[in-house]
């Protein structure tokens, strides 16, 4: 019962007892007089009874006054203390503490809780130092793994044996990002998640029938199996797939008898391959169709004894045939062959070393000042440079050497510089055709041989204002997207998987109901909206929709979701210091009805979270009909859980919130921010839940509909 129920039933009983009292003082002075005095005296009590009534009331309403006092003075301040004892129980940072003001009846009880809280905390770091200690070996090789697999240049993706993603690197999400069709919604194309199904990326039934390859392989006894397969997107990509087990041995270490784990994907964006097949395909059809149509014409000039000059026309055009389909051979193993991705200063210093090494000369350096990627054979290019410079060294007797790598309107110029004698043409013609030595012997490949392989050019200037002369190479740069995504892994200190979670392995998918699944095992989408108005029902929209995931208590700041929206009417000026999104910022930003297949996708397999959830809930069921999306996943709400397990305190807003768990403020009033906060303050109530016995989300479902915030509807 709580402490209202308790206040209420104290004045009735007191009211009674009033009313008990005023009646036996009554009969007590009736029975001390005698009879005359006493029809007397009734008659003038029952003539002032409304006198009498009035202060029977008064004296319940002071009554019930003081009661109230006392009861929020001292009978509720034990309630209140508890909440915060409870909170500060299950704050796992240990950095929260029960405010202390001097005056207040709960001052000293108040400092006495927070020394034994430090006490604790003290107990918990040392407890945590030995655990740390303990555990250090097992998470170096954790990390290990982890950063090795980061840093592969191929896309991987390691799943449980039920499709839950366990690890992904930065690789994977841009290489599934082309299965996404809405990658102009931020956050629409990031199909990957930690803890989430590896379904919402992958048809079901292509890795299932992977699987059941490899489980028939390894009934043959294969060590190793593994299958592939190639999916499509609707925007025409092709992912080539290959899927490897990861097997758990049984105890005699049999790996015959071993189980299914979980799986490996490698993925490859195999959709350029596919076309210049397809098309170098068509092309060799079309030479092999003239080559053969020549010799046909060839053999009849034979047969039937034409002229000579009708046979050597077809000889004529089947030489031209075979030529044509040769350069196109060669132009398709340039194209195939390995060319890699080098920061250009790296790519610089090696080459000095090989010019040092050959030439007996070191080359100054000169790069630029921003990164530049270079995509090139670094092995046969250095070949090419120590080749020229040793020519120099031993032809010309050049003393003063420079290496230098530039950006010029899409191309990467590499540089040898020189200073001395100049070249004619025919020398570096020359140069180009020989073929390169190398270890006292020469090899089949030339300079000119290189250049092609790379698909550049290659020339050689004279800088008369400088008296220098130089041979220049003029590389293709590398495209937009990859020297993004390769700079970003190479200069953002973090180079294992942006987020990991190996313990999920231990976690085994079971036939349990989601609502009998545990709080702490669950995968929550926590979001939140900014709309023009409060009233959705009247015609208000969404203008931004922010969300982040979390998952094992973690909040996963690096899979979020967040969208300006065009609401299609005006922003009211009285709303936007509230939110600060102005008409201007949302003007050619995609409808809600483009947004929403994006959001819906992102909160697939997950639980939904918001802070008084009904509103925004709201918004999004009043789009059912416009979108044809429903969410349908169970929904928990901030709001109702803070009351569940904090119910003596005065306010459950996301301030007050953030303020008691101490969780910082950033970007309030925007969705993402908001998203952050309520996520931050998710974490910190399932420990206070769990400690008030519920543990499963159906348990957090109905004790939030008997709370009286739940009456809320919009």
């Not at 704050?91 to 604790?120: C, K, T």
């Not at 809405?182 to 699987?211: K, N, T, W, Y």
């Not at 290959?242 to 071993?258: I, K, N, S, T, Y």
């Not at 947004?595 to 819906?600: D, G, N, S, T, Y």
Request: charged share 25%; net charge negative.
């Amino acid at each position: 019962m709580n402490w209202k129920r308790r206040l209420w039933l104290a004045t009735l009983v007191l009211a009674a007892v009033l009313g008990a009292w005023m009646a036996l003082v009554a009969a007590m002075v009736i029975s001390t007089i005698d009879d005359a005095h006493r029809d007397t005296f009734v008659d003038l009590a029952l003539s002032r009874w409304p006198l009498m009534a009035l202060g029977w009331a008064a004296g319940v309403l002071g009554s019930f006054a003081f009661l109230r006092w006392a009861s929020l003075r001292w009978l509720r301040l034990p309630a209140r203390m508890a909440e915060r004892v409870r909170a500060l129980v299950a704050d796992a940072e240990g950095s929260l503490r029960l405010p202390v003001a001097s005056g207040q009846d709960d001052a000293e009880l108040a400092a006495a809780i927070n020394e034994l809280a430090a006490q604790r905390e003290e107990g918990r770091k040392q407890l945590a130092a030995r655990v740390a200690e303990a555990s250090q070996r097992l998470q170096t090789e954790r990390n290990r793994l982890a950063a090795l697999l980061g840093e592969l240049t191929e896309a991987v993706i390691v799943c449980t044996a039920d499709g839950r993603v366990v690890l992904y690197n930065r690789r994977a999400r841009l290489q599934c990002r082309a299965l996404s069709d809405q990658p102009e919604v931020a956050g629409g194309a990031d199909l990957l998640g930690i803890g989430r199904s590896i379904f919402a990326v992958f048809d079901r039934e292509l890795i299932a029938h992977a699987l059941e390859r490899i489980g028939q392989r390894l009934d043959r006894g294969a060590s190793r199996p593994t299958a592939q397969f190639v999916t499509a997107s609707k925007a025409g990509q092709l992912l080539r797939v290959q899927v490897a087990p990861v097997l758990a041995e049984d105890e005699a270490g049999d790996a015959a008898a071993a189980q299914l784990q979980g799986y490996v994907l490698l993925l490859e964006n195999v959709t350029r391959a596919h076309l210049e097949g397809a098309a170098r395909e068509a092309a060799l059809h079309v030479l092999a169709t003239r080559a053969s149509a020549s010799l046909s014409r060839v053999r009849a000039a034979l047969v039937t004894g034409a002229g000579t000059d009708r046979a050597q026309q077809s000889l004529d055009e089947l030489a031209s045939a075979i030529r044509d389909w040769a350069e196109e051979g060669g132009r398709h193993l340039r194209q195939r062959w390995p060319l890699e991705e080098v920061l250009a200063a790296d790519f610089l210093r090696a080459a000095a070393r090989r010019v040092a090494a050959v030439g007996g000369r070191e080359p100054d350096l000169q790069a630029p000042d921003d990164p530049l990627w270079l995509r090139l054979d670094s092995f046969s290019l250095i070949q090419g440079l120590g080749y020229l410079a040793q020519r120099l060294i031993d032809e010309y007797q050049v003393r003063y050497l420079r290496l230098r790598v530039q950006a010029a309107q899409g191309l990467a110029h590499l540089d040898l510089v020189w200073a001395g004698q100049a070249l004619n043409t025919e020398t570096a013609m020359t140069w180009g055709s020989e073929p390169i030595p190398e270890g006292g012997a020469a090899t089949a490949l030339t300079l000119r041989d290189i250049v092609d392989r790379h698909g550049a050019q290659w020339w050689f200037e004279r800088d008369r204002l400088h008296n220098e002369g130089f041979f220049r190479f003029a590389l293709p740069a590398v495209p937009a997207l990859d020297a993004e995504a390769v700079a970003g892994e190479a200069s953002d200190g973090q180079s294992r998987p942006e987020y990991f979670d190996f313990d999920l392995f231990a976690e085994r998918e079971t036939a349990t109901a989601l609502l009998d699944r545990p709080l702490a095992s669950l995968v929550y989408c926590v979001f939140d909206t900014e709309t023009t108005g409060l009233m959705p029902s009247e015609g208000d929209e969404i203008i931004q929709l922010g969300a982040v995931r979390v998952f094992n208590g973690r909040v996963l700041r690096q899979e979020s979701f967040e969208q300006l929206v065009d609401p299609g009417r005006p922003i009211p000026p009285a709303t936007i210091p509230i939110h600060g999104i102005t008409p201007d910022m949302v003007a050619g930003r995609p409808r809600i009805e483009a947004v929403l297949p994006a959001f819906h996708r992102f909160a697939q397999d997950t639980v939904l979270v918001a802070h008084n959830a009904a509103f925004d809930m709201k918004f999004l069921q009043l789009l059912e009909g416009r979108t044809g999306l429903r969410f349908e996943q169970p929904v928990l709400d901030t709001l109702l859980l803070s009351a569940v397990v904090n119910p003596q305190q005065d306010s459950h807003r996301l301030e007050a919130l953030a303020e008691r768990f101490s969780i910082p403020v950033l970007g309030r009033h925007t969705a993402l921010g908001d998203a952050l906060v309520t996520a931050e303050v998710l974490v910190r109530l399932i420990p206070m839940l769990q400690a008030q016995g519920i543990h499963t989300l159906g348990q957090a479902l109905e004790a939030s509909r008997r709370t009286y915030f739940a009456r809320l509807k919009y």
